[in-house]
T-cell receptor, first 113, second 112 residues
C-alpha cells in the first residue's frame, strides 16, 4: 500500500482553468503538507495542516486553496491557472512537528500551457 | 527564517568513487533530514540527525551532524549508478514549527 498517494501524477491544462490535486495518507499521521518544486528543483513549503487545522500558509497566491476534509486527506485546489504555476507539487505527511520524519508522495507534475 | 546551503550543486563521479555532499544552515539545527529524489519520483527519507556530533549510516551512505549543529555532511562510499539522483537536506525550525525548509539539492551523477 502506498503511504502517501497523490492524484493525478501528471496534469496538463490550459491557462485560466481550475484544477485540483488530491492527496491521501494511510499512515495515521496528524500533519500534512503541500510543497512546490520549481524548475530549478527548489523545494518550498506552501501549506501545512495539523488535525485538519491550517498551521502554515506561506506566501502563496490566493488562487491556491488547500482543503482538508479529514486528517487523512489534504487536497489542493488551484483557480485561474497561470504559466508560472507549472511545477511539481508534493504532498507529505508526518507525526507532529519539528522532529517528524516526513513521508512524501510521488508528486504531481503540473504543466500549464 | 532558516536557510540551508548545499554544496556542490551538482556532482559527477565515476562508479566506485567516494563523494561528500555538504549542507550548511544559517541557524542552529534542531533536526536535519537527508532525502533522495529520483526523477519522476517523490522524496525518499534517508536519515535524520538531531544531536551534535551524531553520525548515522545506512548501507554505503553516512551522514554526520557537526558539534555546533549547523553543518551536516552526507558521504557515499564506493558509489554506484543506483546512488544517482538529487540529494536534499531539510531542516525543521526550532520551537513549535511544522515548517520543513530544504536546501536546493545536489544532483549526483554516477558514471559506470
Amino acid at each position: 500500500d502506498t503511504a502517501v498517494s497523490q492524484t493525478p501524477k501528471y496534469l496538463v491544462t490550459q491557462m485560466g482553468n481550475d484544477k485540483s490535486i488530491k492527496c491521501e495518507q494511510n499512515l495515521g499521521h496528524d500533519t500534512m503538507y503541500w510543497y512546490k518544486q520549481d524548475s530549478k528543483k527548489f523545494l518550498k513549503i506552501m501549506f501545512s495542516y495539523n488535525n485538519k487545522e491550517l498551521i502554515i500558509n506561506e506566501t502563496v497566491p490566493n488562487r491556491f486553496s488547500p482543503k482538508s476534509p479529514d486528517k487523512a486527506h489534504l487536497n489542493l485546489h488551484i483557480n485561474s491557472l497561470e504559466l508560472g504555476d507549472s511545477a511539481v507539487y508534493f504532498c507529505a505527511s508526518s507525526w507532529g512537528q519539528r522532529t517528524a520524519e516526513a513521508f512524501f508522495g510521488q508528486g504531481t507534475r503540473l504543466t500549464v500551457v | 527564517s532558516q536557510e540551508l546551503e548545499q554544496s556542490p550543486q551538482s556532482l559527477i563521479v565515476q562508479e566506485g568513487k567516494n563523494l561528500t555532499i555538504n549542507c550548511t544552515s544559517s541557524k542552529t539545527l534542531y533536526g536535519l533530514y537527508w532525502y533522495k529524489q529520483k526523477y519522476g519520483e517523490g522524496l525518499i527519507f534517508l536519515m535524520m540527525l538531531q544531536k551534535g556530533g551524531e553520525e548515522k549510516s545506512h548501507e554505503k551512505i553516512t551522514a554526520k551532524l557537526d558539534e555546533k549543529k549547523q553543518q551536516s555532511s552526507l558521504h557515499i562510499t564506493a558509489s554506484q549508478p543506483s546512488h544517482a539522483g538529487i540529494y536534499l537536506c531539510g531542516a525543521a525550525g526550532g520551537g513549535s514549527n511544522y515548517k520543513l525548509t530544504f536546501g536546493k539539492g545536489t544532483l549526483l551523477t554516477v558514471n559506470p
